[in-house]
């Protein structure tokens, strides 16, 4: 479940209503969850809170689809997909794989992204910005001399700024829907801890529980060499 409140269609800001008809149609995704891609749709009813903060976001949409954007789309996708593997983000993630094909990525690619470092179906630009994704997410941004340098044999400025913000863009957009628990992302992280008891695994269980276990197998051990003996 989103952790934030949801507004409701009939309170939602001008700029709002059109994207939500397009998507919802007439329905109240709070009622009525479900978008055509198969998502709840949660996204949109929590960041309709600030109208601004929406319209931003969807003004964001625009801009990295707009027929003015020199980057190639599929160079695009292939980077925005594997951000949302970086940052952990099941929505991210799920959703650019689906825009991937939209954009004529093939399918080994697509699933060669998550261990794309092994693979060898991918180009050489098409390596430049996976590695250069990596850097933007994993490492901060600490991006190597090698990477950048890789990444300008290949693309103009132009374009590497429009990969940047857009990758970028994306992190924060990932990192986002983890934190507020949205669309696919609504389960908690898988990394939590399981139901046991934590005494067996203290240093003074370990170490009494060791020295019992030495004991026993040493006594068997003499126990064997006094019957070898008789």
Partial sequence: MPRLRRVRRENLHVGAQPIFQMLFGDRDPIDEPGTPTGTPGDWWSTFALVPDVFDHAVG?????????????????????????????SQFVYSQHRKVCRTVG??????????????????????????????????????????????????????????LTYIVCTY????????????????????????????????????RREFRHALHLVDGEAKGEGEGKQA
């Fill in 60 to 88: 964001g949409f625009a801009l990295y689809r707009s027929s003015r954007r020199l980057l190639d789309p599929a160079l695009r996708e292939i980077g925005q997909t594997r951000v949302g593997w970086c940052v952990g």
């Fill in 105 to 162: 990525v093939s399918e080994e690619k697509i699933n060669a992204i998550d261990a794309w470092e092994t693979s060898e179906c991918f180009s050489g630009v098409e390596r430049a910005v996976l590695a250069y994704t990596d850097a933007l997410s994993i490492q901060h941004g600490r991006v190597p001399d090698g990477v950048f340098s890789s990444l300008q044999a290949h693309l103009s400025d132009e374009e590497i700024l429009e």
């Fill in 171 to 206: 992190a924060m957009h990932g990192v986002m829907s983890r934190a507020l628990r949205l669309e696919y992302d609504a389960d908690p992280p898988a990394l939590v801890e399981q139901p046991g008891d934590e005494e067996s695994l203290s240093d003074e269980h370990t």
